[in-house]
């Protein structure tokens, strides 16, 4: 079945750095774009970045421009989300999606990952 695994969530000081990791299975990743998506206390979740199938195009959220960065590795299955000059504003919990590639297909989320920037 299809799983969606994040892992690199923590505790960091404002400026610091963090890499979030997304391993992919039970379906052909190459084939799909893939999202990372935040969600803080009290907040809706939203978009944070996208990043085509292979890898050839991003996309970010205006509030994380210049500072993230999301890439695909499609020999081990897995996205990244490389987080640079942390705020507190970003303190929320990090999900990896996989979005639809096709009418009446679902998407998966993982079950998250929680970071935390304090001031």
């Known amino acids: 079945q299809v799983q969606v695994v994040e892992s690199g969530g923590g505790l960091v000081q404002s400026g610091g750095s963090l890499r979030l990791s997304c391993a992919a299975s039970g379906f052909s990743f190459s084939y799909y774009a893939m999202r990372w998506y935040r969600q803080a206390p009290g907040k809706e979740r939203e978009l944070v970045a996208h990043i085509t199938s292979a890898g050839g195009s991003t996309n970010y959220a205006d509030s994380v421009k210049g500072r993230f960065t999301i890439s695909k590795d499609n020999a081990k299955n897995t996205v990244y989300l490389q987080m640079s000059s942390l705020k507190p504003e970003d303190t929320a919990v990090y999900y990896c999606?996989?979005?639809?590639?096709?009418?009446?297909?679902?998407?998966?989320w993982g079950q998250g990952t929680q970071v935390t920037v304090t001031s």
């Open positions: 999606n996989r979005p639809r590639r096709v009418r009446g297909e679902s998407e998966y």
